[in-house]
């Protein structure tokens, strides 16, 4: 089967579909594999690694869409992207529909097969696709809320970890899933005071068993949000539903409430956010201020660090393509329900029960779609 990838174009969008070695992978296996001049440079891999890999470099992402039966992203398609999808052309990539209206519409239109990475699931109900991604967001976003606590990036000018004599930085995590689990890694790894929310009892017993007494468990039912949250220096949004919008567990008035120069990294808001004062920004310009607090809310955090995030999401999404552009989509999907509950968009129908609630588009379920 024909592969093709296209370099990323959503702003400070650097990682790409494909490693080399993934491509080596694929070619062994009899697939074609083209991929945009260019498009991992700013992740390091150069063409010339591409191309000892078997791929073929191509100029234009016109040619990439044209002659490829599976396009392979990391980011949702933009626009001018949406526009070249053919008809019955797989599309493999993050989607993150239940944000976006338009997106979803156009990939309806285009009569395309949309399986998107974040609502792949596994035995245990579990999103492999999008835990690697939520891991580096997870880890980054207590490195990005520590530079934004900084003075000179109009913070409370507090060092997350404190120092000898002084108290650390207060730092609370919405939400104990994978997100939550590598924010806290790295939040203790900084010496800082950590509560993590989630309302399992039972996650909350696993997260106290993976960091003792470095974290404070909260349960969402027995916490008062509002007072923990006014008290914090670091405010993490990690909560998820998949393949939803994330529900808005902060409202304005609990931001308010915090300390001027606080701060808010809402890593759910690729799927909407789960702060209501948040809104997408990009690496260029990741923060703004609402009420005296600093906002972080970069829809693509894993970008900013490349290398480190496409290989962490080949490991995860190769095996997926391999039986994809092996099998045909038909009995790659039928034969794996798990794999089957990443389709999202198929021929013209809605087949993600979530993203069709959300829009009012009319629910086809994906095995009366694809049989």
């Known amino acids: 089967m ?51 890999s078997g791929a073929k470099i191509v100029e234009k992402a016109e040619d990439i869409f044209n002659d490829s039966e599976i396009i392979v992203k990391v980011k949702e398609p933009l626009s001018s992207e949406v526009k070249m999808i053919k008809e019955n052309q797989i599309v493999f990539t993050y989607l993150h529909l239940a944000a976006a209206k338009e997106l979803t519409q156009g990939l309806v239109d285009s009569k395309s097969i949309c399986i998107a ?13 999008l835990a690697p991604m939520s891991a580096v967001a997870g880890r980054m976003s207590v490195q990005a809320g520590a530079h934004c606590l900084e003075k000179n990036q109009k913070g409370r000018g507090l060092l997350l970890g404190g120092a000898p004599g002084v108290e650390p930085g207060n730092v609370v995590i919405l939400g104990g899933g994978v997100v939550g689990e590598n924010a806290a890694i790295i939040a203790t790894g900084m010496k800082a005071k950590v509560h993590i929310i989630d309302k399992s009892e039972k996650r909350l017993n696993e997260l106290s068993k993976i960091f003792g007494d470095k974290i404070i468990p909260e349960h969402s039912d027995k916490t008062d949000l509002n007072k923990l949250i006014s008290n914090c220096d670091l405010l993490v949004g990690g909560v998820l539903i998949p393949g939803a919008e994330a529900p808005k567990l902060v409202t304005k008035d609990m931001i308010k409430n915090m300390k001027r ?26 923060t703004y201020i609402v009420n005296d607090i600093v906002h972080y809310c970069v829809a693509n955090m894993p970008g900013g660090v490349p290398r480190t995030s496409t290989i962490a999401l080949n490991n995860a999404t190769l095996p997926f393509l391999l039986k994809l552009a092996g099998d045909g989509y038909k009995k790659a999907l039928l034969e794996d329900n798990n794999f089957l509950a990443g389709l999202n968009v198929c021929q013209g129908k809605v087949t993600y029960k979530a993203v069709a609630d959300t829009f009012g588009h009319n629910f086809v379920p994906p095995k009366e779609v694809i049989n």
């Open 261 to 286: 120069g606080s701060v808010v990294v809402d890593v759910a808001i690729d799927q909407g956010g789960c702060i209501e004062t948040s809104k997408p920004t990009t690496h260029a310009e990741p």
């Open 2 to 52: 024909k592969i093709g990838v296209p370099k990323e174009i959503k702003p400070q969008e650097n990682r790409i579909g494909l490693t080399p070695e993934s491509v080596k992978e694929l070619v062994s296996n009899g697939h074609e594999v083209l991929i945009e001049n260019g498009g991992g440079f700013e992740a390091g891999f150069e063409n010339d690694q591409y191309k000892s």
């Open 117 to 129: 990475y974040e609502t792949v699931t596994d035995n245990k109900g579990r999103l492999p696709l």
